[in-house]
């Protein structure tokens, strides 16, 4: 609907822009000057094939689309960071001073201390592909100084796994990889609306090339008209000044070749207007193109076609990307519940640790070292272990379950927007197959009215020239004649029209055009 709006606003604007000539238009058709058109507009062919291809590689429209896909794939690498492990490390310097304590009215003294720290540590944390989190760390640690008069000097390293592995919720999914699946979902919906885009804007080039073929043609038929008109109008012109025919007569010759003209000038904007569209469509350069016309290298002819009902179903239910983009929306959504079905679960997770430390102390006549304290680690002198479950239960799980059941309600509203735009397919393929059917045979009734026409305007043409008609049959047979080659262009666009549409319908409007989309 916006495109025949759009149309209908820009044909008003033209013709409020030609009424300034419309006072001279009985005088052109008398005197034979021409209408108003440009004679030295540079002239570019072009094929339809050629169109198509200019609008994938330039049309806006296709170009903001392109975009998609390569965002949703940098989303999806991203996500992946979620497995990812993470390395860390630590260093640290403490230092410590306390002052002697007296208890028991000083019978008892406890000597001040001054201790440091240097402590330096490393991890490695991460997650598994089925939900295991792990942390592999290690760490050595020097404690020195003094108690009162003693100094001490000791060394410690540890190392250890630990591990935590859901057995209930988080268990088959949790947030981390429900944004991973549904990362991939998005990557398939952008690549399918890309095909849409890309297929809606070849059916508008199609369709705005035929249009524009066809308001060409409407042209040559409404200069043939006019031609016919101001020949009429000498001819009777001639017979006025030798006293044959009455001045009405003439008068009514006259009139038809003011309209004729006016009908021209119209049919010319017209042409103006169809290019305008097809340009928009095929560039994203219009200053360069604004002052160049097209000129359709293909011609209007009406191919019989083989139209299956039932394999044009069976092709729009499986090509279409607009409805394969919609299953897969569908499929999103059972991610989600099947992630909010897994938050309905206790969290019970099963826990272990393995590790080993080492410790070297100043003793006498030794020296301490970290060296002493890895040789423990190694000799697994002091092995530690743990492992458990730990249960996790909240009293209420109000948000979890009102969660499930809004996103199992959407998900029941995704299946029935499937099952609708699955019936709205096979309506409109239908409506397609059999519009182009009643086309055609609207063409070769327009072509059997234009041929009928023709041969009766020239037999009262020669009956005119006898003397034997008037002209007011003559140029109501003219007219005739203009009305049927009107119709029979209007009857041709409209069919191919239609063959592209039904191509749209069924998905496969790039295949019968050669175009392929392919995605890295």
């Avoid at 794939?73 to 960071?81: E, F, I, P």
């Avoid at 020669?462 to 203009?482: E, I, M």
């Amino acid at each position: 609907m916006r495109f025949y709006t759009q149309f209908g606003l820009t044909l008003s604007c033209l013709s409020v822009g030609l009424q300034a000539q419309t006072s001279d238009v009985a005088t052109n058709a008398v005197t034979g000057a021409s209408p108003l058109v440009a004679t030295n507009q540079a002239v570019r062919p072009l094929s339809l094939p050629e169109a198509i291809q200019m609008a994938i590689e330039q049309n806006y429209t296709i170009a903001i689309a392109r975009y998609e896909p390569a965002i949703s794939q940098y989303r999806l690498s991203g996500s992946y960071s979620y497995y990812e492990p993470t390395l860390n490390f630590s260093a640290t310097h403490n230092y410590n001073e306390s002052e002697a304590s007296l208890f028991a009215g000083g019978a008892i003294t406890i000597p001040g201390t001054k201790a440091t720290t240097d402590r330096f540590g490393s991890s490695l944390t991460g997650v598994a592909p089925w939900g295991l989190s792990y942390e592999l760390s290690g760490n050595s640690t020097r404690t020195f100084g003094s108690r009162g008069a003693t100094t001490f000097d000791e060394y410690a390293s540890d190392a250890g796994i630990s591990l935590r592995q859901p057995l209930l919720k988080d268990f088959w999914i949790n947030q981390n990889r429900l944004s991973i699946q549904l990362a991939k979902k998005d990557l398939k919906i952008s690549e399918y609306e890309l095909l849409f885009q890309v297929m809606q804007i070849v059916n508008q080039v199609q369709e705005a090339y035929y249009n524009l073929i066809a308001a060409q043609d409407l042209v040559k038929a409404r200069q043939v008209a006019l031609d016919l008109a101001r020949r009429l109008v000498q001819e009777n012109r001639q017979r006025v000044r030798v006293g044959t025919m009455a001045p009405l007569d003439e008068k009514q010759a006259e009139s038809q070749a003011a309209q004729s003209e006016a009908d021209l000038i119209q049919a010319q904007a017209n042409v103006i207007v169809n290019e305008n569209i097809l340009k928009n469509l095929i560039t994203d350069n219009f200053e360069s193109m604004y002052a160049v016309g097209i000129q359709p290298t293909d011609k209007l002819i009406a191919v019989p076609q083989g139209l299956d009902l039932q394999d044009s179903w069976l092709k729009g239910l499986a090509l279409r990307p607009d409805f394969n983009q919609l299953k897969m929306q569908l499929e999103r959504q059972g991610l989600i519940v099947k992630y909010d079905f897994n938050q309905l679960f206790p969290s019970l997770d099963l826990v272990g640790s393995y590790g080993r430390k080492g410790s070297d102390v100043l003793g006498v006549g030794t020296d301490a070292s970290f060296s002493g304290s890895l040789a423990d680690l190694r000799d697994e002198t002091a092995p530690r272990y743990s492992y458990g479950a730990v249960l996790s239960m909240p009293l209420t799980l109000r948000a979890e379950r009102n969660r499930y059941k809004a996103d199992k309600a959407v998900l029941k509203q995704r299946e029935l927007q499937v099952k609708r735009v699955h019936q709205d397919i096979m309506v409109n393929i239908q409506t397609a197959v059999k519009t182009a059917q009643a086309d055609y045979q609207s063409v070769q009734a327009t072509r059997a009215a234009r041929e009928y026409a023709q041969v009766a305007l020239d037999a009262e043409q020669k009956k005119y020239d006898n003397g034997k008609s008037t002209p007011f049959v003559l140029l109501r047979l003219q007219r005739d004649l203009t009305d049927a080659r009107a119709a029979e262009i209007s009857a041709l666009a409209r069919y191919n029209i239609d063959l592209s549409n039904l191509a749209f319908q069924e998905g496969t409007i790039l295949d019968k055009n050669r175009v392929s989309i392919q995605f890295k």
